[in-house]
């Protein structure tokens, strides 16, 4: 081989040497990027004061189906209006209806859910109040269910570290110049 073709064949090795850390270093930044997009619907809401909650019964279909995370701001008793879609605590689950009227010389909402025919049989006092339903996502609470669950957890840690090594691996591809062969060396 002559020199010329050599010294071409090092300048494009040197080229594709430059492409592996890139690759790598786009699939670690894109796999933490999705991590971090997985856990920003379950997270930042929470700290605008908002608590989450996952649809799990049907009784205000089809406006809220099932399998939807709502978002619930607290709200003052007094501020809940009628037709206010409010969440709140009966026995010991949240539930989630539509308030038909606002007794407040009682104390207590009428509540119906949207699917229901009638109104619910017992009123909702005051204290049981959670707050109103601001926002609704569909199926992002089956997701958020496997996502707080352990495996989900032990998924997510597992994909980060994935998108951190292929960060270390393609900055310790850049500082060996990219060349593969000696990377273990």
Not at 70 to 80: F, G, L
Not at 114 to 141: C, F, M, R, S, W
Request: with cysteine.
């Amino acid at each position: 081989m002559t020199q010329t073709t050599q010294a071409g064949n090092r300048r494009n090795a040197k080229k594709g040497g430059k492409m592996i850390p890139a690759l790598c270093n786009l699939f670690g930044i894109l796999i933490l990027l999705a991590v971090i997009a997985l856990c920003l619907p379950l997270t930042a809401p929470r700290l605008m004061g908002y608590e989450i909650y996952h649809v799990i019964s049907g009784s205000m279909e089809p406006q809220i189906p099932v399998g939807s995370v709502i978002y619930v701001a607290a709200a003052a008793p007094e501020d809940v209006l009628e037709n206010d879609v409010i969440a709140f605590w009966s026995n010991d689950s949240v539930v989630t209806h539509r308030v038909m009227s606002n007794r407040m010389v009682e104390g207590e909402f009428v509540t119906k859910g949207d699917a229901n025919e009638a109104e619910d049989i017992n009123t909702v006092p005051y204290e049981n109040l959670i707050g109103q339903v601001k926002y609704h996502i569909p199926i992002l609470g089956d997701l958020m269910v496997i996502l707080t669950g352990t495996v989900g957890k032990i998924y997510l840690l597992g994909f980060a570290a994935c998108g951190v090594m292929l960060n270390m691996l393609a900055s310790r591809l850049r500082d060996r110049g990219g060349d593969e062969d000696d990377l273990f060396l």
